[in-house]
């Protein structure tokens, strides 16, 4: 198994311009979230998703849309980039619980710089 | 508010003395927590959670850490440190009946061990 890839590494894009980073996973997990980590400040969640075709926001959703076509694949799209979004994305993927509380499965992250 | 509290940036240690790694939490009700490694440019690795049961959980590489529900804490220990510790560790909360897996991170310890 692959576990979770994320293209690409890095990235560096001037203000205004849109971009998808890409997510995908093999594990056949249900769960996909993307976080941003700035310093200081750990891990923030954007969107995640619960299943092929249902997505939601997470807390820093602004700027950001997904979408999850299918259970493989979920990419993170870039509206118009912004400064404020210079960041290392982090792509995750769990099982579905009852419970809620399978660890999650990172990928190596997209490091994106906007200039 | 759902909160995680990494009180110490950084953690000096020398190879083959004990470590502590410190995390308080603040939530309402019992919590799911977790804690996750990050190596250099790599993604977060799953060390070991809590759901319930024993106090004291027994995760990878030899980590475990100790759930104190009185003084809301969660720290990560290991009796003996290895210079490949050497890392960014975070500390997870997953507060209960929030829906899928929304983990609130704290901003993370870096952990030093020195030959």
């Known amino acids: 198994n692959a576990g979770v890839t994320q293209t690409p590494k890095f990235q560096v894009l001037k203000t205004g311009q849109s971009m998808t980073l890409q997510c995908a996973q093999d594990?056949?997990?249900?769960?996909m979230s993307w976080y941003r980590q700035d310093p200081g400040m750990g891990l923030r969640l954007i969107h995640y998703s619960v299943g092929a075709g249902i997505t939601d926001q997470g807390e820093v959703p602004n700027g950001y849309n997904v979408s999850r076509s299918t259970t493989e694949d979920f990419p993170l799209r870039l509206l118009s980039a912004a400064p404020s979004q210079t960041s290392v994305y982090f792509c995750a993927s769990s099982l579905k619980g009852e419970g809620g509380y399978n660890e999650q499965f990172f990928g190596p992250g997209t490091r994106l710089t906007v200039l | 508010a759902q909160s995680v509290a990494q009180p110490e940036d950084q953690v000096n240690v020398a190879e083959g003395n004990p470590l502590t790694v410190k995390c308080t939490y603040s939530v309402s009700g019992n919590p799911y927590l977790f804690w996750y490694v990050q190596y250099p440019n790599r993604g977060l690795q799953f060390l070991l959670k809590y759901i319930t049961g024993d106090n004291l959980v027994k995760g990878s590489y030899g980590f475990e850490a100790e759930f104190n529900k009185s003084q809301t804490s969660f720290h990560l220990k290991k009796p003996s440190a290895l210079v490949s510790d050497s890392a960014l560790y975070f500390c997870?909360?997953?507060?209960?009946?929030?829906?899928?897996?929304?983990?609130?991170f704290g901003t993370g310890t870096r952990l030093l061990v020195s030959p």
């Open positions: 594990m056949n997990h249900e769960y």
């Open positions: 997870a909360v997953r507060p209960p009946n929030t829906g899928f897996q929304k983990l609130v």
